[in-house]
């Protein structure tokens, strides 16, 4: 068998061949140590965190894949900072301890959810901010951000961010003991623990919060008016945040919004970084459903991207119902064998969509507004000529252009669309949709056209959509 190093070595050769040359030395020329292997993980020791990501969103996947050409022992790629791995070590030097055991990480990750990974979080704008501190936490646990405070609407990824960054720490240092907990969960387990009189119980309550290297509190608001337990967290907060222990909590709500909650606690929670997660805009909406489709189907570029734009206006407050849209959609037509069509979308969603919303995406003038105009810009034309009669080829043409865009992205009946257009009949609607579907395959410059003005009209909805 082949050692880490060589298996490296050699996915870096592959590497090389298939990467802009100044790109890869500065990149992956420094990346020389395995650090460890562990759990079918080989572990690559980086410079520095921007290197890791950088390294994680563009070339890991492409690495894992050549790694499994190379060796079928199926392992993947890890990657760990120089000052990780170092503390590792020194740590683990402390401990006395020189191999790793997998059955602890299944302990300490047993109640961490396995796909609320920082890998699986997609980020924009909305989020951003948040994960950044959270990166940071899961980077340097209590040396920056102490507590990190999450905070925002139901289902908009707090608990996924939190369990992230108990992920991240478990896969850089199996010996953290990293505990996750709901307050709703540490106020009964107090309530048991001091109900039942039994010293033990109580002993161990108080240990297994204390002994957290790593605490991870979901949802504080349910602490809400529960007066005893807030005493008990309290003193657990200042145990660990005393002896250099990283908190993490989660609210609904800002820290000096809380109610009935102790006016220390609440000061304890504003010491370090308070974060809050908003709604996503319509591009990380379309991202997120991207990125969800990976999971349920094997090809996403199957489902197209009218359809995926109709869940995401559809669905556009919270991602848990963004994402139970899209199961939805995708068991519908893998169950009826339908194809992913927009007319499969709405039937699936049906019994779930709101009246308006479907409305106001059939028909809003204002996107076909915008489409006109790019299309007219791109051809240096104007609107009115788009909806003129005129038959000359320089304006007929952007005219099918715009028909096309609008058919493939909208379900509006062709008459409706006539009547974008000086009220051209249907006929002529459908002959320009096929015509231009047409080109598309059979001359690449066309097809490179539509590209370019299909970009250019999502940049213009989206900025539209950020100025509502
Ligand atoms: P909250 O704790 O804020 O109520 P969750 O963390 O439970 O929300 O998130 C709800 C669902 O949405 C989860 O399935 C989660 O994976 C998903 N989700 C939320 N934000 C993102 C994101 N930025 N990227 C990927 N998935 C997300
Ligand atoms: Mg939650």
């Known amino acids: 068998m082949r050692s880490g190093k060589e298996l490296w070595d050699l996915v870096k050769n592959q590497l090389k061949l298939e990467m802009a040359s100044t790109d890869f030395s500065e990149i992956f020329d420094p990346i020389t140590e395995i650090h460890k292997i562990h759990n079918k993980y080989i572990f690559l020791i980086v410079p520095d965190i921007l290197t890791k990501f950088r390294i994680e969103k563009f070339y890991l996947d492409t690495m894992n894949k050549l790694l499994v050409q ?3 022992d199926k392992h993947n790629f890890k990657l760990i900072t120089r000052e990780v791995a170092d503390k590792e070590n020194s740590d683990n030097q402390k401990l006395g301890l020189t191999s790793v055991d997998s059955v602890d990480r299944q302990v300490s990750k047993r109640n961490l959810r396995s796909e609320y990974t920082f890998d699986n979080f997609v980020t924009g704008e909305s989020n951003r901010f948040a994960w950044m501190n959270a990166i940071k936490v899961a980077e340097s646990p209590h040396v920056t951000v102490n507590p990190l405070y999450i905070f925002g609407d139901v289902g908009l990824g707090k608990t996924h961010l939190m369990m992230a960054i108990g992920h991240y720490i478990l896969d850089n240092n199996i010996h953290a003991n990293v505990v996750y907990t709901t307050a709703q969960q540490f106020a009964e387990d107090y309530f048991l623990a001091t109900n039942k009189k039994n010293i033990n119980d109580i ?8 002994a957290a290297d790593i605490l991870l509190v979901d949802d504080i608001q349910f602490l809400s008016g529960k007066n005893s337990t807030q005493e008990e967290f309290f003193k657990v907060f200042e145990h660990l945040f ?6 993490v909590i989660t609210s609904d709500r800002a820290a000096s919004d809380l109610e009935n909650m102790m006016a220390r606690l609440k000061s304890r929670f504003a010491w370090g970084m308070l974060v809050d997660i908003k709604s996503p805009d319509l591009n990380l909406r379309i991202s997120i459903l991207k990125r969800k489709l990976a999971f349920l189907i094997p ?5 197209p991207n009218n359809v995926l734009e109709f869940i995401a206006t559809t669905f556009d407050q919270n991602v848990r119902d963004l994402e139970g849209a899209l199961r939805r959609f995708v068991s519908f037509c893998v169950s009826f064998n339908l194809p992913f069509t927009l007319e499969s979308a709405k039937q699936s969603l049906e019994g779930i969509t709101p009246k308006n919303k479907l409305d106001s995406f059939v028909t809003n003038d204002t996107n076909i507004d915008k489409i006109k105009q790019t299309v007219a810009s791109y051809y240096k034309i104007t609107v009115s000529d788009l909806e003129s009669t005129s038959r000359k080829q320089h304006i007929t043409y952007p005219r099918q252009v715009a028909i096309y865009l609008i058919r493939s992205r909208y379900d509006i009946p062709l008459k409706k669309i006539g009547e ?3 009220n051209r009949d ?3 609607i459908s002959h320009s949709y096929d015509k231009i579907i047409n080109d598309i395959n059979s001359n690449l410059q066309i097809k490179n056209d539509i590209n ?3 970009s250019k009209i999502e940049e213009s909805l989206k900025k539209k959509e950020k100025n509502n």
């Open 426 to 428: 249907h006929a002529t």
């Open 452 to 454: 370019i003005i299909e």
């Open 70 to 72: 190379i060796e079928e």
């Open 420 to 422: 974008f257009f000086g």
């Open 299 to 303: 090809n996403p570029i199957d489902v």
């Open 242 to 247: 005393e002896t250099n222990k990283q908190i």
């Open 203 to 210: 002993e161990k309550f108080y240990n297994y919060h204390r």
